[in-house]
């Protein structure tokens, strides 16, 4: 193991006396110092629940990019427990605040060539068009992307035009400053609708309201509504299909590293969503459409680096939800799905290269499927709801990797700590809107040797169709069999609840999902989700699965 020792810094005007915090090292072997351009790497500041540290891959990675050209690797960073603010990573770190007058100074002090935002998440991004003021007339330059082209994927107005002018469908959508402004575009635009605060991070204070008195109590409770701080409000697709896309584009062309399938439906968080690449229930035409809409947005907002899309897909056409001009928090797993470093090639991007001189162009290459799952921390915080939303919850996430679906989605499922059953019970209670789509699932379940218990609408409805269940009462109907008591007696093993979208119905079953949290009882909440865990569930009877090293998958 090597030893590292403090050495000068090759700068004069790094002085003991400087105010920053930052420290140069070197091996006995080699030492990074040199003459070369300078590059600053913004990271993502201090992490919690709901940000996650995906972002600190991406700056490592960005580390490792500028200095395999020659460019010296410096990150600004005040996060102590990330591996980007390890002494031994870039070539020098300042542990600072992420804010304009701090960036300023490091940017002056380091008499930096250029700096990188694409890999701090919204935290960095922010600062796009702040220093791009400040740096007028400066021989430091925004590397990559146009905080210009930002300004426009941020602004929802200007984006809205710029997917207009591209021929890219959007759900309908307007910005408010007030409950009356708020309230009339949700009237036009139609309940449901997502409602959040302009430039939020991790989905904070985001939520979908189905009805006017939901708005007035988040518009009074959720924002705080200003004309600084406009509200976003936007026709909610319900039984859509979400798509993450993670792109880096030269300007020119394009690489797809990953068209990312949501299991559940649009509308949960893509940091808690469980996602398959590829995609399994798209057609190809519809996977080219997908491709095609990449290329429009990347080349339209004249992306230079990495660029995220969540898009929706509802009943054969594809909408745009966002675009974001940085790293995602995919990126990690679709660098280490495809065993391509989209971070590396995004960075060298930023430098000048080209992709066709990098080699990767188009849409990335694979004969296996990976499946993301995320980690929650539910058990730990007492009282909590374990229903998903657009607001991240997770703490964490996991990657199955397999040559089947079903395999990669049991090894991700179990390694999120998902206790999935072979036999046993299923508690089946889900919205009239669901109970044809649950049908097979059930059908499926009973010839695994499942018993099935459900509530009176979802028992009848089974019932009809030939299939033999234990009705349940409610909670509220306070008569025996119920949920709870079934589940504290170890009847039931695994619940399928899909609540209406009426958000009473949701709140009516939180002391179930509360209580399966705590028993560690499999909850799903949507007939995609289900439909996936029978799968894995099927699979996991047919045997265990090899454990095979990542880079095989990768020869």
């Known amino acids: 193991m090597p030893t590292y020792k403090m050495v000068d810094t090759c700068a004069a005007e790094f002085k003991a006396e400087t105010p920053y915090f930052y420290s140069t090292y070197e091996t006995e072997n080699e030492a990074r110092c040199s003459s070369n351009k300078k590059v600053i790497i913004v990271g993502g500041g201090p992490i919690r629940i709901g940000q996650g540290i995906e972002f600190d891959y991406a700056c490592v990675h960005g580390v490792m990019a500028l200095q395999e050209e020659g460019v010296d690797a410096i990150i600004i960073n005040n996060n102590p427990e990330t591996v980007s603010t390890d002494y031994d990573i870039s070539d020098r770190l300042y542990f600072e605040p992420l804010t304009l007058e701090d960036v300023l100074n490091v940017i002056e002090n380091e008499d930096a060539d250029g700096v990188v935002l694409q890999f701090g998440g919204q935290t960095a991004i922010n600062l796009a068009m702040p220093l791009l003021k ?38 309908r ?29 991790g989905g904070r204070a985001m939520e979908i309201v189905y009805n006017e008195e939901e708005l007035r109590t988040y518009v009074a409770t959720a924002v705080k509504v200003s004309k600084a701080h406009p509200i976003l409000v936007d026709k909610y697709l319900s039984h859509a299909i979400e798509i993450d896309v993670d792109v880096v584009s030269d300007g020119v062309d394009i690489f797809i590293g990953g068209i990312l399938e949501h299991i559940e439906e649009a509308g949960v968080h893509s940091g808690d969503a469980t996602m398959s690449m590829p995609p399994q229930t798209l057609s190809p035409q519809m996977i080219s459409k997908i491709v095609d809409i990449s290329s429009k947005v990347a080349k339209g907002l004249n992306i230079r680096g990495l660029m995220n899309l969540q898009l929706a897909v509802k009943d054969g056409d594809v909408y745009m939800i966002e675009a974001n001009p940085r790293a995602s928090r995919t990126v990690p797993f679709v660098s280490k799905a495809i065993g391509v470093p989209l971070a590396k090639i995004a960075t ?48 964490g996430e996991v990657m199955g990797i397999a040559q089947t679906f079903d395999a990669a989605c049991y090894k991700a499922l179990i390694s999120a700590g998902l206790k999935l059953p072979l036999s046993g019970g299923v508690y089946i209670t889900v919205s009239d809107a669901d109970k044809p789509h649950i049908l097979d699932i059930a059908r499926e379940l009973r010839d695994m040797g499942f018993s ?12 009809e169709k030939g299939l033999q269940t234990t009705t349940v009462y409610t909670i509220s109907q306070k008569m025996a069999p119920d949920a709870l008591g079934l589940m504290r007696g170890g009847a039931i093993n695994l619940i399928i609840n899909t609540p209406s979208e009426a958000s009473g119905a949701r709140r009516d079953g939180y002391m179930m999902r509360r209580l399966a949290v705590e028993l560690e009882i499999p909850f799903l909440t949507t007939v995609q989700a289900a439909r996936a865990t029978v799968e894995a569930m099927k699979r996991a009877r047919l045997g265990p699965l090899d454990v095979t090293d990542l880079g095989s998958y990768h020869r």
């Open 134 to 171: 400040a740096l007028e007339g400066s021989k430091t330059k925004v590397l990559g992307t146009s905080p210009l082209d930002v300004d426009v994927a941020e602004d929802r107005k200007l984006f809205s035009a710029l997917m207009d002018k591209l021929g890219i469908l959007q759900p």
């Open 173 to 201: 959508s307007g910005t408010g400053h007030s409950f009356e402004e708020v309230r009339a575009i949700a009237s036009e635009i139609g309940y449901p609708v997502l409602v959040r605060p302009s430039y939020v991070i």
């Open 348 to 395: 060298k991007v930023m430098l000048g290269r080209t992709l066709k001189e990098l080699g990767h162009v188009g849409v990335a290459r694979y004969d296996h499927v990976a499946v993301k799952a995320s980690v929650f921390p539910f058990l730990k915080l007492p009282g909590v709801d374990s229903i998903l939303g657009p607001e991240m919850r997770s703490t």
């Open 452 to 463: 099935i218990y459900a509530t009176k609408g979802t028992s009848t409805f089974l019932r």
